[in-house]
């Protein structure tokens, strides 16, 4: 096991309780449940790259579909 640092956090009585229902659903410990939920809140999603292909049938470069307004300008560029 990862080495841990201890960390005490206090909750809203409502909070633990969906916490813990929601860790039992899971089939994992509160503790682990909070780690997962940090990391996932804490750490960028990874960049997903996907070749985009025209109504021409030629592909051009992927682009970050977590970027809005990458996806929009191509988008846009692809209408043209």
Known sequence: MARMKRLQISLEPEL???LGLAAA????SKAELV??????RLRPPPTVELPVSSSR????P???LA???ALRE???GLRE
């Not at 780690?35 to 996932?40: A, M, Q, T, V």
């Open 16 to 18: 633990d309780e969906e």
């Open 25 to 28: 659903a899971q089939g994992v």
């Open 35 to 40: 780690r997962r939920s940090l990391r996932d």
């Open 57 to 60: 049938g030629d592909l051009r």
């Open 62 to 64: 992927g682009i970050d």
């Open 67 to 69: 970027d809005g307004r």
């Open 74 to 76: 191509t988008m846009d």
